[in-house]
């Protein structure tokens, strides 16, 4: 017991840097600390049940859902029939909620612009039914085969209005749509999809321009990093240049390498420390004592903490890793 104590003190100091906690304890970038769900639920509630129960006993603050994940949307509308007992469990769980939007959202599409404005409305309306404060969604992407016909400025611009009418809907529920920036993958890399948000600054760029009290930035450190990483920016540059607009965080980490082939596969990508990980903060080599303690974000946030499935035994670590970052603030900040 006494080595796995050990074992676990290195490593939150290993996420940390080393930081001295007695200095600066009275302000907290995160007013809260969540864990995402970690598995499909589309053929009962059992299961929603018992992850719900073993959620709540790792002490979460909050748990971030995604409708897909429960079959509560169907056809870009809400299905009734699937809502109503997911509905009722969530808000009998006595857990407070965030919303991750269905990851094929996509503002950018003007193939089909009303299924992926009906899909994030959907999730919004979800959002307000469980009585979410945070609804993420991922933004859009060009996508090389079937945008040729449109330009990129065209369809940023057609992102910014859908973000604007939508904003409208979340402020009258009370709720925040927070954009959250994307990582190299490998259609990225290979030129087929054109993300603009895996450079953190184009997507402050974009939400600065949307200009809407009711939509800023998700931030996610492990996403920010690969990209850092691969394209050679600065990551607490980057981070800093939309500490500003963010809103929520996800927190997790990684290794900084990119898969760069499509080999091997994602059930192999832990073992050559491959790609978008979803570590527990302090398990791989993002900086993230440096990002909390050097870049000025807005007090008050919400984060959550991100694993894969496989990594749920560890998710007591991961929450208090999670605080503890939280109470780092901004003593060394980034030049501007």
């Known amino acids: 017991m006494e080595m796995v104590e050990e074992t676990n ?51 979460p603050d909050f748990v971030e859902v995604w409708p897909h994940q429960l079959g509560v949307i169907l056809g870009g509308s809400l299905n009734l029939t699937q809502l109503v007992p997911i509905q009722e469990l969530l808000l009998e769980a006595d857990l407070d909620y965030t919303v991750h939007a269905p990851l094929e959202v996509n503002l950018m599409d003007l193939t089909a612009p009303d299924i992926q404005r009906a899909v994030l409305d959907a999730s919004l309306r979800f959002a307000s039914c469980i009585g979410a404060a945070v609804l993420v969604c991922h933004a859009g992407q060009r996508v090389g085969a079937r945008d040729a016909r449109y330009n990129l400025a065209e369809q940023l611009a057609a992102e910014r209005s859908a973000l604007r009418e939508v904003g409208d809907l979340a402020g009258e529920l009370g709720i925040t749509i927070a954009v959250e920036n994307y990582y190299p993958e490998l259609p990225i890399l290979h030129g087929a999809v054109y993300d603009y948000s895996v450079w953190p600054s184009e997507l402050a760029d974009q939400i600065s321009a949307v200009d809407h009290p009711a939509v800023g930035i998700c931030l996610d450190v492990g996403h920010a990093a690969l990209a850092a990483s691969f394209f050679g920016f600065d990551y607490l540059e980057e981070c800093a240049a939309i500490a500003p607009l963010v809103r929520h965080v996800h927190l997790h980490d990684n290794l900084q390498k990119t898969n760069l082939t499509g080999q091997p596969p994602v059930s192999e990508h832990p073992i050559y420390g491959l790609g978008d990980l979803h570590l527990p903060p302090g398990r791989g080599t993002v900086s993230l004592g440096d990002l909390f303690r050097r870049v000025d974000f807005p007090e008050g946030l919400l984060c959550c903490v991100e694993l894969c499935p496989e990594l749920y035994s560890l998710v007591p670590e991961a929450l208090q890793a999670a605080r503890e970052l939280g109470e780092l603030t901004a003593r060394e900040p980034v030049a501007s």
């Open 9 to 59: 003190r290195r490593i939150v100091e290993a996420a940390f840097g080393r930081y001295e906690a007695q200095q600066a304890p009275n302000l907290m970038a995160f007013r809260s600390v969540g864990i995402n769900l970690p598995h499909l639920h589309l053929g009962g509630i059992r299961g929603l049940i018992e992850d719900l129960e073993a959620l709540k006993n790792a002490g």
